[in-house]
């Protein structure tokens, strides 16, 4: 059956919107009689009952030793300690923070959409207490039961940051609007800090993988292998065939999804912190490449042109880009001819776009700085006679901007030469 299909037959399971306001349907599964609770309790899962209606609680724990893909859990402490006593000011920093603090959370729910038709039925968490990772799942068996899903979620949840995959853009929003209609009944969700990986690893991969969903970086970047694995989109449907027939066979295999999911958001922040402090190796040169971008956004030059360095040491696929980013910080500090020495070797070396760029920052230091006007013309003439034979961007009306800032410097270099 279709999806639509299912939606339809389930329709009176799901929360309706009326005129801007929600009605959640009662559930009429009795609490003494949880259907399959043996399968359940085998699971690991045990009921937690509020307000004449029930979830599911399971609790799996994990020795610090355990290994997910490059790293074993042991692994964070050694990158808190490495926060603790780093200067670099970063979003991903821990910087104060205790281990316990760190909240590794992620949700599963009926659709992608946000919005009050959209239900969360799988809050997941891990936290790393008493030498040992705690990973708990609180699952919603019927819409009804969402004041006792979120009551269970709420009592456990005693932490200062947020720790996601994508989690600032849809889990956390997702958890306030489910927690904004049924607030009543429950306590206030805390405030939070937060460490969402996901535009970490699109700052870092997105040039380099084809997607940077989790699944996919966990595959390419953390050695992390799914074999069995339930895949992501199809649980919804399991979870719309399991409120109709609350055989749970389906739901473990969502649940063991969902653990994957928070046990590889503790691989990735080892891995992405060991990136950004420096005290790792990375796994492709290239990483350092991103790496030293984000620090030089964030104002860190000393540490960004230090990754630079090691680019271009390594003579790297990066290498020419990297002694481009070198030569623009070292004509910042008014280092020109650190900087022009690089300028030209990218502008010898580098491909298209890179050695443009180099040679009319060539063109601008002659023209203004050594007043060699001939040596400009050069340089801004070649810069533009390859530009129009690579002609990289498609981009008419950007095109045509480039176009005449060339024939502008190269008719005000043309007018000095008359001149001198």
């Not at 180099?358 to 230091?365: H, R, V």
């Not at 060699?372 to 801004?380: K, L, P, R, V, Y």
Request: glycine share 6%; with cysteine; hydrophobic share 35%.
């Amino acid at each position: 059956m279709s999806i639509k299909g299912k939606l339809n037959r389930l329709k009176n399971h799901i929360v309706k919107e009326d005129k801007g306001k929600s009605e959640i349907v009662e559930s009429s599964v009795s609490v003494e009689e949880i259907p399959f609770l043996d399968k359940w309790k085998e699971f690991g899962a045990q009921p937690f009952y509020f307000d004449g209606t029930y979830c599911m609680v399971r609790k799996v724990e994990f020795p610090l030793n355990y290994q997910h893909g490059l790293y074993s859990f042991s692994k964070l402490n050694d990158v808190m300690d490495m926060w603790n006593s780093s200067s670099i000011k970063h979003p991903l920093s821990a910087k104060g923070h205790q281990l316990s603090d760190l909240f590794f959370f992620d949700t599963e729910t009926t659709g992608l959409g946000g919005g009050t038709g959209n239900t969360i039925f799988l809050l997941g968490h891990a936290r790393v207490q008493n030498d040992k990772v705690i990973l708990t799942q609180h699952f919603l068996p019927n819409p009804g039961a969402e004041v006792a899903l979120y009551q269970s979620f709420l009592s456990s949840v005693d932490y200062t940051t947020l720790v996601t995959y994508n989690g600032k853009s849809f889990d956390w929003p997702q958890v306030k609007t489910r927690h904004t209609l049924i607030r009543d009944a429950l306590p206030n969700l805390p405030d939070f800090g937060h460490f969402d990986l996901y535009h970490a690893a699109r700052r870092l991969w997105k040039d380099k993988l084809d997607s940077v969903r989790l699944s996919n970086v966990e595959k390419e970047i953390l050695e992390i292998k799914r074999e069995g694995d339930v895949p992501g989109y199809l649980a919804p449907i399991l979870y719309f065939d399991f409120v109709e027939n609350q055989v749970p066979d389906g739901i473990f295999g969502v649940m063991r999804h969902n653990e994957i999911d928070i046990l590889s958001l503790l691989t990735l922040y080892i891995h992405l912190s060991g990136a950004v402090i420096l005290n790792e190796k990375n796994k492709y040169t290239s990483d350092k490449y991103e790496v030293a971008r984000w620090l030089e956004a964030l104002g860190e030059t000393s540490k960004a042109q230090e990754l630079y360095q090691q680019v271009v040491d390594v003579d790297s696929e990066k290498e020419t880009k990297a002694k481009l980013a070198l030569a623009f910080l070292s004509k910042k500090e008014k280092k020109l001819e650190e900087a022009m020495r690089l300028f030209m070797e990218v502008y010898e070396n580098g491909e298209d776009q890179d050695a443009i760029t180099a040679s009319i920052e060539l063109a601008k230091y002659y023209e203004h700085h050594n007043k060699d006007f001939e040596t400009a013309w050069d340089f801004a003439n070649s810069g533009y006679l390859r530009w129009k034979e690579s002609r990289i961007s498609d981009n008419k009306t950007k095109n045509a901007k480039i176009e005449a800032e060339f024939e502008k410097r190269i008719s005000r270099i043309r007018g000095k030469l008359r001149k001198s």
